[in-house]
């Protein structure tokens, strides 16, 4: 019984340590990247087909392919208490969401000034169309997102500089974990605007546009 107590008292303690803290402003950055976009002309249809994360379409000419990331970087907020502890939280965050690049793969039978290599180029920048303009069209949710996940955080006690850096980690493992659910539905969204392009309907106009194919 005298156990259960102190646990009870050690684990009241630690979650109320971080009210000794005091609540920390943080500024907030976000830089939306559209991506490089990097064409490719050395692969065969099969051998660009493994970046597919999938089977390709028997009727696939090209291929896009870009995975949308999240990266942090920022400013640590620190100040020690009376007491001796220390206050970690942030001081300012900057949030950069987007592509590093992306790839547009082009099956390399296909001369680079035959009509065959034009139009798949065109068909394919439809595919980076839509997923640059995501960035731009879901601008408003990503902000309110990270707005909110930003005003959740608050700065927690720390004993020592190892567990601070340790609580710097923490605090963007949450801020990420609660972007995660947007992130996922954007690429969903993104998906299902590129499944629409990718018709056998709209192969069969993109190959009627050259004699031979």
Request: proline letters at 4%; charged letters at 30%.
């Amino acid at each position: 019984m005298k156990k259960l107590l102190l646990l009870v008292v050690c684990c009241f303690w630690a979650q109320n340590a971080n009210a000794l803290c005091d609540n920390h402003p943080i500024k907030m950055n976000i830089e939306l990247e559209p991506g490089e976009v990097v064409y490719h002309h050395d692969l065969s249809r099969k051998e660009f087909a493994r970046f597919a994360g999938g089977s390709l379409s028997p009727n696939t000419l090209g291929l896009t392919v870009a995975k949308s990331q999240l990266r942090m970087s920022g400013k640590p907020y620190l100040t020690q208490e009376r007491n001796g502890q220390l206050c970690v939280g942030l001081d300012e965050v900057n949030f950069y969401i987007g592509y590093d690049k992306i790839d547009v793969y082009i099956d390399k039978k296909y001369k680079k000034n035959s009509c065959n290599y034009r139009v798949i180029k065109e068909h394919e920048n439809y595919h980076v169309g839509v997923f640059q303009q995501a960035m731009t069209f879901f601008r408003p949710d990503i902000e309110r997102e990270l707005k909110e996940a930003v005003a959740d955080i608050r700065p927690e006690s720390a004993y020592s500089s190892e567990r601070a850096e340790q609580i710097m980690n923490k605090l963007f493992a949450r801020i990420r974990k609660r972007m995660q659910p947007l992130l996922d539905h954007i690429d969903k969204k993104i998906a299902e605007k590129n499944n629409a392009i990718d018709t056998p309907e709209s192969y069969r106009k993109t190959t009627a546009r050259c004699p031979k194919w």
